[in-house]
């Protein structure tokens, strides 16, 4: 019998950042994205550079599970400015 452990897998995360815009309505409107990402620093270097053209922006992750299609809560990793509630 083997005493080596094999390291447990990190789950794979949805990585993603969304841009806002305001509507003549008023609504606010994504104008930018939803955009995965590669990394967490990744989407929040994207969301900073995306903060000064664009009402508000959200760079955010969640585990995923893609064998039972099961997403764990969101994490938010940068907001900037007017952005919807999250679901």
């Known amino acids: 019998m083997s005493d080596h452990v094999l390291p ?3 789950k794979p995360k949805l990585i993603v950042v969304v841009a806002f815009d ?3 309505d008023g609504e606010l409107f994504p104008a930018f994205g939803p955009a995965d990402q590669q990394s967490e620093d990744r989407a ?4 900073k550079a995306l903060a000064s053209k664009h009402v508000g922006v959200i760079a955010w992750s969640r585990d995923t599970d893609p064998a039972v299609g099961d997403y764990g809560p969101p994490t938010t990793l940068f907001a900037s400015g007017e ?4 679901e």
């Open 8 to 10: 447990s897998q990190k």
């Open 83 to 86: 952005v919807p509630d999250m």
């Open 44 to 47: 929040i270097r994207t969301a």
């Open 22 to 24: 305001r509507g003549e």
